[in-house]
């Protein structure tokens, strides 16, 4: 997917998207969440027993969007899931560091990991497959 300089700012400024997938009935379902973006797939923290996540993973065609006042950068995409440590970690303790001070130097990895667990913490990986955006 070849993005814009625009568009590759625009997605690192900001640090909360709408995440669009489908319901069991066909209808839609939105949710604001947090996210984290590498410069090729953009990773979303939630939880196995949510909606979105067992609806990404049922049908991986999703959107996200992306908005900032009347800006807006729009993705068609595919998710998937990403379950167990050490990617998962490593990919939740980025999405925390965006909004949130990161985790102390230091702290325990087995530990969190285990917390994770706990929580049912899991990753939808998107794969931008189109984007569009009012630049």
Same mark, same amino acid.
């Given at each position: 997917m070849i993005f814009s300089e625009q568009q590759l700012q625009? *997605?690192? !400024? /900001?640090? +909360?998207? *709408? +995440?669009?997938?489908?319901? /069991? %009935?066909? !209808? &839609?379902? #939105?949710s604001l969440v947090y996210y984290d973006w590498d410069g090729e797939f953009l990773y979303i923290s939630v939880t196995s027993d949510r909606a979105k996540w067992k609806n990404a993973i049922r049908n991986p065609n999703i959107a996200i969007l992306i908005p900032d006042g009347r800006k807006q950068l729009i993705m068609y995409g595919i998710a998937s899931g990403i379950t !167990? &440590? &050490? =990617?998962? %970690? =490593? #990919?939740i303790t980025r999405i925390r560091a965006r909004w949130m001070p990161p985790l102390p130097k230091g702290y325990d990895k087995e530990e969190y990991s285990q917390k994770l667990d706990e929580a049912n913490r899991v990753v939808i990986k998107f794969t931008p497959e189109k984007i569009f955006s009012n630049e």
């Amino acid at each position: 997917m070849i993005f814009s300089e625009q568009q590759l700012q625009f *997605i690192q !400024s /900001n640090k +909360l998207c *709408i +995440l669009g997938t489908g319901k /069991n %009935d066909g !209808s &839609p379902q #939105i949710s604001l969440v947090y996210y984290d973006w590498d410069g090729e797939f953009l990773y979303i923290s939630v939880t196995s027993d949510r909606a979105k996540w067992k609806n990404a993973i049922r049908n991986p065609n999703i959107a996200i969007l992306i908005p900032d006042g009347r800006k807006q950068l729009i993705m068609y995409g595919i998710a998937s899931g990403i379950t !167990s &440590p &050490p =990617e998962r %970690d =490593e #990919i939740i303790t980025r999405i925390r560091a965006r909004w949130m001070p990161p985790l102390p130097k230091g702290y325990d990895k087995e530990e969190y990991s285990q917390k994770l667990d706990e929580a049912n913490r899991v990753v939808i990986k998107f794969t931008p497959e189109k984007i569009f955006s009012n630049e």
